[in-house]
């Protein structure tokens, strides 16, 4: 069955599969791409596995005159954080039966350059904003405690409210 176009009983049954093995529910996304060296394309491109094949994502560095040929990696940043965001709040509405009509959302962030380009030290993201409108046969209640269970479970929350431990590795290849 699905509710709010979320196979419930996906969802269900992998917790269900998750609670009996939790090593199911362990494993590491990766993404690879390459630079693009041709002068007037997208600079970046990753390709992506999907349902019916690959999916080519392309990425353009940011022009700070105006926009590049392709979204710049903050687009796809902001993206996936609002993606995420939505995912996991619609994904519980249809767990918990709350059918939902529309669910709009917008991601903010407040940017400042002058660290990048090596003209100070601001912090490069000052803060974050989420916004969801959202429709349907809920309740105030409801949407609210849907806001708090996604901004605590949703893994684009989850990474913009905690230090993550990064490792970082360049290799010179010949």
């Not at 509710?3 to 917790?15: E, S, V």
């Not at 904003?129 to 996604?150: C, T």
Request: with cysteine.
């Amino acid at each position: 069955m699905t509710l709010n176009n979320i196979d419930k009983a996906q969802c269900i049954a992998y917790k269900k599969e998750i609670q009996t093995t939790p090593a199911e529910a362990k494993f590491t996304a990766k993404i690879e791409g390459d630079w693009l060296f041709e002068e007037g394309g997208p600079q970046f491109r990753s390709n992506v596995k999907v349902q019916d094949g690959m999916y080519a994502l392309e990425a353009s560095y940011p022009n700070l005159a105006g926009p590049g040929c392709r979204p710049g990696p903050m687009a796809f940043g902001l993206f996936w954080f609002a993606a995420s965001y939505s995912s996991t709040f619609v994904t519980e509405a249809a767990v918990r039966n709350i059918p939902l009509t529309s669910v709009k959302t917008r991601v903010e962030a407040d940017l400042d350059y002058t660290a990048q380009f090596d003209l100070g030290n601001n912090p490069l993201i000052h803060e974050y904003r989420v916004f969801l409108d959202v429709k349907g046969d809920v309740s105030e209640s409801q949407v609210q405690d849907l806001k708090e269970y996604a901004l605590k479970r949703c893994m684009g929350m989850f990474t913009i409210q905690h230090a993550i431990p990064l490792k970082a590795e360049v290799r010179l290849q010949k």
